[in-house]
Structures are given as structure tokens and as C-alpha cells.
């Protein structure tokens, strides 16, 4: 190690205790961890722009002579000071300033300025920009770009910036140490990582600002590549800690599985069945399985679910199944308990409407292991339950539940020792490079085919005005005997509002559909009342179904066949994917509407025409990276990708082959070096510091 790395910052000038814990928020522990705090963007302090030249918006460097400075009053008392360099003139604005301020900006000084351009009442202004007097023969500008490094609280942009030059300082004498070993770095044809690192933090001035805010300087790609790398071997790792823990070999003795889906009303496609091989391959060894399960809305998921956890209870053991929702625990007890009850098997419903009596009964057969099913929220698992035998546990809805819960879960081992194998659930279509890497703790199985006999939803966009006709749409579709979705805007910000206009909403079109059962679920209505509409709605008793957008995953009701989007050009393209998905689940020719207000953005356009000419989950996902990013695609506060420093997936995903290739080479040949690169990249080392 060098000597960067092995010092804690406070071997640096200036830095105390006190500023050294507020450097922690930025994952800075020692003096290396400076080098790989990164600037977010930059700013040009090598030349200085005339002011003839000088356009709202722009932050430039500046210099003139002042011609009047006066004290004004507009509302409040403020210094306003003229600065002219013969190509124009432009005012400095300070709302605080002292006498002597006021004093040294006398007509004649001599000024150098640095501020943004913005238009004010006299014209171009710059409010308390940063200046100096400078002499008359001028003085030498800044040799390099300014980097703009993310700060955090109690640490001010200049003080990061002067102790990033102090390690900077040091990486010339004391160097860098680059982990990656040679054959990959030769492969790579990069810049050396303290070429990189030089770069990033010291753009020369003729360097491209357009280049390095688009990230695509080769020093920023190497620097990227570092990052995909050490994210990717972490949670590899995540995995093989995992899975060096003992779990039960689940060999259904009692043929409960095979029994199950002979039972089902229909057979399984093709994909549920090779996924359901590799499920079953994972259970039937002793290490726990960390598998995802990804496939579109309505593929059938929940059936494998159903599956594998007949296998665990075939073998003696327990399963439980987590949704992220009340409403979709409900759903899923319904159709375990309507696939398991003919097999003779209880399945326990853990709901937040459970009265304390009826709880702590179930909680004792769960602890005695007579009954070997449950279902109900991730909330209902975190209270301490105790499982007989817990060998497997299923979450659906993969994007709510993150790295770290899945390690917690090895916690929830049973009375044995033995791990749980889990099995995670998700509709979140990701293209299958990104998955290696932003997934590399799971293993994954991909259902890309939906069950025989599905229709591709019809997919409308129509414009507010003609919302009459939508409505007449809704009492047609009611009136043959289907039902339909109703999803009310996001455009409120807060949860009660948005609550509010859905009953608005829902009371609305009760009125303009006499004939028609309407029903409502929002956010703020109690579980139990969220349950009942639910219930209402499944079995047909409620017609119409008004919603804000807790329906989003996973809710299944095959006789719904229209679905009314309200204000879709404010939604993403993954949830509109996720929302459409509520219909075309029957046999019945299903349509969506989109419900768009005037004006349209560009982005909302873009997004609406992808959602109508696409029903594939995996193309429309492919459509968001590149309209966005994969921010809202993945989720990534839940992936071990949470925060990535130079990297972006969506950009930087033609690296992901290579990432992938180097991460092998690694894993194979040099482990050792996956501590230090997860260390330095990784701030939160207690993540990932068990696992090391
Ligand atoms: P998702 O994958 O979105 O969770 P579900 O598991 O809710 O999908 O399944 C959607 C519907 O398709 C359910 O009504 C389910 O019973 C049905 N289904 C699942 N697999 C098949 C199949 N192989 N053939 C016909 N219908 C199926
Ligand atoms: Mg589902």
C-alpha cells in the first residue's frame, strides 16, 4: 500500500476531528479517499470572456474597471456596482456588504469577477460574485478547468477543493496504487489510473467541457470502468458470502410440486418451465439459492412461486412469500390459498388488519410449523417472527427489496442454521448485460413469453378534451360485462392530495355512469377497506376501479380489459409499462388509454409514442435507458449500484462487456485485490466490510 492509503486525513493539513467526520459523508476516511471524491462538473477560470460577450446563463470569469458604485435602495438596501471593460458594462449586485466593501469598490479599481450571468433591471447582472482587485498589467488566470466536487454539510467547495490538491500533491510523489492486474489493463488501452485521476480533478484548459460533462473523456472512462469493476466483484461477493452458508437440500419426497402444477387449469409455457428447472436445480442443493425471477406483467410468475414453494413444503420444510404492498400480499394469499387448499395445505395471511389475538395464534403456528405456508408485506416479516423451519423465501416486486435485506435474511436462518434459499421476483425487464453487473449478487432466469392466447393490449393516446368519450367507452365496456381501471393523476405533490383527487375523481365518474359500480383504492385507506374494494373488484361486484397508482404491480384481474391512464405524459415509461400491465391478462381484447393534458414536453412525447407502439416490457426498458437513464428502470437505490460516482449504467454500458470479462479474470486469478478496489470505490464500507 502506499502511503495515501494507509493515512487517515487528519494526517492532512487543517483537517481535524471534527471536519474528518464530516468528510465521512463523502466516503473520505484516508488521504486516498480525496482522489476519488469526483467533481460533478467544472467551471472555465483559464480565460476571461469580454463582457460585450456575456449572455445570461453563462459563469465566466470577468474583469473591468468600476465606473460608479452607489448604494441603492429597491426594496431592500444593496450595493450595485458598474464594471466595464470597453466591449460593454454589466452590474455586481450585493445584498450584504460592509463599509470597507463599499470602499474598495471605488471608481477606478481594477477587478477580476466570477459569478453567473443573469438578467436583472439594468441589464446583465452578477449577484455577489467572487472578485478581487487585480493590478493594471493583469495577473495570470487559473491553469486548469475548476472542478465542482459534491460537498456535504459542513465541508464549503473551496475547503474539499484545497485538500483535494493536497492529494493530489501527494499522488505525484507518492503515487497511486492500480489494483487491476496487468492482463487486464492491457487490454483495456486506457489512461493509467493516476493519468486519470490527474485529469478528472485537473482538466488542462484546452480541454473539452463539452467532452467531460458528457463523461466520455478517456480518463473519465477508465475511472468508470474501475467503478462498474469494483461494484460488480462487491456484490459478487454479497452472493458467495451467501451462498458459503449452509441451506437445506429441498427434494419434495412428498412429490407436492409435481402434484401442484398437475393441478393447475392450464400448463405451463415453455419459459415458466425452464425457469422452474433452474429453480429447482438451486433448491435441490445444499448452499441457499439467490435466484431472480424477471419476466414482463402477466407472464405468470406467481405460479413458480407456487411451485418452489411446494417443493420446500414437499420436503418439510416452511416458505414465505413477501410482497411490498397489503393489497398484494392479499392477492397473493388468494391465489396460494386457491392452489393450495385442494392439496390440504393452510396458508397463513399476516395482514396489518390482523386482530392482536388472531396475530399471536398465527405467529404460534408458524413458530410450531403446522403450518408451513405464509404470506403477507416485507413490514409483517421485519417483526420478529419465528419459523419452525424456514427453507425458503420468495419477494415479489424485486425493486423495493435491496442488497441489504437479502443479507439480513441470512440472519432469519431457522432453529437448524440452515440459510433460506430465496427466490426474488421481479417485472423489471433489464437487458441482460446491465443485469450481470447491477445484479451480480442474483442469479438470474428470465420468463421471455407470455402465457398462450394473450392479446397485445391496444394502446391509445387522446388528449383531455375528449375524456367524454372515454367515459362512454368505460359504460360500454361495463355494460359487456367487463370492468376497468381508472388511475387518477400524480400530479399532486403530496399523498393526501393525491388521495383527494382520486375520491374527486372517483365521485365523478360515479355520476356520469349511473349504470356502473364504481369502487375506489388509494394509499390512505385503511388495509382492511383496501381489501374489501379489492375484493369487490376481483370478484365483479365492482365494475370500475378508480386508483392512484398503488395498483402499479402486480394486481390480477383477467376481466379487466380497459385501463384509463390520467396525466400519463407525467409518468415514466416503466411504470405506464407496469400500469398497462393491469390488463390483457384475460383472453379478452384489452385497451389502454392514455389521457395526456396539453402542452406535450418532447421527453413526454417520445415516451408516449414508445408506450403505444411497444408491448414488450424488454424493448420499452431498452427505449427508458436510453430516454433517461436507468435510474427509475432499476431502481438503483436498491442495487448494490446505488451510488455510482463517474459511471452511468445508460452511458457507460458498452463498457459492461469488459467490466464483466475483467470481473471473472479476478475472481479467478486475483480475490485479493477485490477488498481494496470495493474499499475505495464502495464509501459505505459496512455494506460490503463483513464481506470482504
Ligand atoms: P406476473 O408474472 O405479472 O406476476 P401472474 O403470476 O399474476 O403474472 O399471472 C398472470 C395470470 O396468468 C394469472 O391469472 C395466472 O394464473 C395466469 N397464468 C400464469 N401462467 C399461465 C399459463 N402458463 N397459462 C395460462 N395462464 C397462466
Ligand atoms: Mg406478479
Redesign the pocket.
Known amino acids: 500500500m502506499t502511503a495515501a492509503e494507509q493515512r487517515p486525513v487528519t494526517a492532512l493539513r487543517g483537517v481535524g476531528p471534527a471536519l474528518a467526520e464530516r468528510l465521512q459523508h463523502l466516503g473520505v476516511a484516508q488521504v486516498q479517499d480525496l482522489l476519488f471524491v469526483l467533481p460533478r462538473t467544472y467551471e472555465d477560470r483559464t480565460r476571461t470572456v469580454p463582457i460585450g460577450a456575456l449572455a445570461p446563463g453563462m459563469r465566466a470569469v470577468i474583469e473591468g474597471e468600476v465606473q460608479l458604485t452607489e448604494v441603492a435602495f429597491r426594496r431592500r438596501r444593496q450595493l450595485l456596482s458598474r464594471l466595464a471593460d470597453g466591449s460593454g458594462h454589466v452590474t455586481l449586485r450585493f445584498f450584504h456588504f460592509s463599509a470597507s466593501q463599499q470602499a474598495g469598490l471605488a471608481r477606478g479599481t481594477r477587478l477580476r469577477c466570477f459569478g453567473e450571468v443573469r438578467r436583472g433591471p439594468l441589464g446583465l447582472e452578477l449577484v455577489h460574485p467572487e472578485y478581487r482587485r487585480i493590478a493594471a498589467e493583469g495577473e495570470a488566470l487559473e491553469e486548469t478547468l475548476t472542478p465542482i466536487y459534491p460537498t456535504t454539510e459542513g465541508v464549503a467547495q473551496a475547503r474539499l477543493r484545497s485538500l483535494i490538491a493536497q492529494a493530489l500533491g501527494e499522488l505525484h510523489t507518492a503515487g497511486v496504487r492500480d489494483w487491476l492486474p496487468g492482463s487486464v489493463l492491457a487490454s483495456l488501452q486506457m489512461p493509467s489510473l493516476a493519468r486519470s485521476l490527474e485529469y478528472v480533478h485537473r482538466p488542462p484548459r484546452d480541454a473539452r467541457l463539452d467532452v467531460l460533462a458528457a463523461g466520455r473523456h478517456p480518463a473519465q472512462r477508465r475511472l468508470a470502468f474501475e467503478e462498474l469493476l469494483a461494484h460488480q466483484l462487491a456484490l459478487t461477493l454479497v452472493k458467495h458470502t451467501l451462498q458459503a452458508a449452509p441451506a437445506a437440500a429441498l427434494h419434495d419426497p412428498a412429490g407436492l410440486e409435481a402434484r401442484l402444477v398437475g393441478a393447475l387449469p392450464?400448463?405451463?409455457?415453455g419459459a415458466?418451465r425452464r425457469a422452474l428447472a433452474e429453480i429447482d436445480a438451486d433448491l435441490g442443493a445444499a448452499r441457499p439459492m439467490v435466484r431472480l425471477v424477471q419476466?414482463d406483467?402477466?407472464?405468470?410468475?406467481?405460479?413458480l412461486a407456487a411451485a418452489a414453494a411446494a417443493r420446500a413444503v414437499g420436503s418439510g420444510a416452511q416458505a414465505a412469500l413477501m410482497a411490498p404492498t397489503e393489497l398484494l400480499a392479499e392477492q397473493h394469499w388468494r391465489s396460494f390459498d386457491a392452489w393450495f387448499r385442494p392439496l390440504g395445505l393452510p396458508v397463513a395471511h399476516l395482514h396489518g388488519s390482523l386482530p392482536a389475538r388472531a396475530r399471536r395464534s398465527a405467529l404460534e403456528t408458524i413458530a410450531s410449523g403446522d403450518v408451513a405456508l405464509i404470506v403477507g408485506t416485507h413490514a409483517l416479516f421485519q417483526e420478529g417472527i419465528e419459523f419452525a423451519r424456514l427453507a425458503l423465501v420468495i419477494v415479489d416486486e424485486q425493486h423495493r427489496f435491496g442488497v441489504q435485506q437479502r443479507l439480513a435474511l441470512k440472519e432469519k436462518g431457522d432453529r437448524a442454521g440452515e440459510t433460506p434459499h430465496q427466490l426474488i421476483?421481479t417485472?423489471t425487464p433489464i437487458p441482460r448485460t446491465l443485469a450481470m453487473t447491477a445484479f451480480a449478487d442474483l442469479d438470474v432466469s428470465v420468463i421471455d413469453e407470455l402465457?398462450?392466447g394473450r392479446l397485445p393490449v391496444r394502446t391509445v393516446a387522446l388528449a383531455e378534451e375528449r375524456r367524454a368519450e372515454v367515459v362512454a367507452r368505460i359504460e360500454s365496456a361495463c355494460r359487456e360485462g367487463r370492468q376497468a381501471y381508472w388511475v387518477c393523476p400524480l400530479i399532486e405533490e403530496s399523498d393526501e392530495l393525491r388521495c383527494q383527487a382520486a375520491e374527486e375523481t372517483a365521485a365523478q365518474l360515479a355520476q356520469a355512469l349511473p349504470g356502473v359500480r364504481v369502487g375506489i383504492v388509494h394509499g390512505r385507506m385503511p388495509p382492511a377497506k383496501k381489501e374489501q374494494a379489492m375484493a369487490a373488484f376481483k370478484s365483479g361486484r365492482l365494475q370500475l376501479l378508480v386508483a392512484t397508482t398503488v395498483i402499479e404491480v402486480?394486481v390480477?384481474v383477467?376481466n379487466a380489459t380497459l385501463m384509463v391512464i390520467e396525466n400519463a405524459e407525467r409518468m415514466g415509461l416503466a411504470q405506464l409499462h407496469q400500469l398497462r400491465?393491469r390488463v390483457g391478462?384475460g383472453a379478452g381484447a384489452s385497451t389502454c388509454v392514455l389521457l395526456y393534458r396539453r402542452p406535450l414536453s418532447p421527453i413526454a412525447r417520445e415516451r408516449l409514442a414508445a408506450i403505444r407502439e411497444s408491448n414488450d416490457g424488454f424493448a420499452i426498458a431498452q427505449r427508458d435507458l436510453e430516454l433517461r437513464g436507468p435510474g427509475e428502470l432499476l431502481g438503483t437505490r436498491q442495487t448494490g449500484l446505488a451510488q455510482l460516482r463517474v459511471a452511468d449504467l445508460a452511458r457507460d454500458s458498452d463498457l459492461l462487456p469488459r467490466v464483466q470479462r475483467a470481473a471473472e479474470v479476478i475472481l479467478a486469478d486475483h480475490p485479493d485485490i477485490i477488498a481494496p478496489l470495493a474499499a475505495r470505490w464502495i464509501g459505505d464500507g459496512e455494506r460490503y466490510g463483513s464481506v470482504g
Open positions: 392450464f400448463a405451463l409455457t415458466q419476466g406483467v402477466g407472464c405468470g410468475k406467481t405460479v421476483m417485472a402465457p398462450p402486480g390480477d383477467p400491465g391478462r
